[in-house]
């Protein structure tokens, strides 16, 4: 089973922004779609973007306009970068495929998002 490690995740003032990054320890062209989840503190785990294997993307309709994924198939990793961050973008990001299934998550990244 491919095994996901993210990064990239710290604290940041509102307005500010941060890369994340997800690597995976094997190929990922075989997995359709990829997405990038969060989880905030007392809250649902969310997706909140997702990628196809051919580029295409898909957005929460609260990050829209803010956060861009890619996909790398190539280097076996997946991107998010997020401007324009707000404190209720505040949780821990997680990447995985989409539907997840079986696959186990990573341990994630925290994104603090504060003044």
């Known amino acids: 089973q491919v095994q996901l490690v993210e990064s990239g995740g710290g604290l940041v003032q509102p307005g500010g922004s941060l890369r994340l990054s997800c690597a995976a320890s094997?190929?990922?062209?075989?997995?359709?779609?990829m997405g990038w989840y969060r989880q905030a503190p007392g809250k649902q785990r969310e997706l909140v973007a997702q990628?196809?294997?051919?580029?295409?993307?898909n957005y929460a309709d609260s990050v829209k306009g803010r956060f861009t994924i890619s996909r790398d198939n190539a280097k076996n990793t997946v991107t998010l970068q997020m401007n324009s961050l707000k404190p209720e973008d505040t949780a821990v990001y997680y990447c995985n495929a989409v539907p997840r299934g079986f696959r186990s998550w990573g341990q994630g990244t925290q994104v603090t998002v504060s003044s």
């Open positions: 990628i196809t294997r051919g580029g295409s993307t």
């Open positions: 094997g190929s990922i062209f075989s997995i359709n779609v």
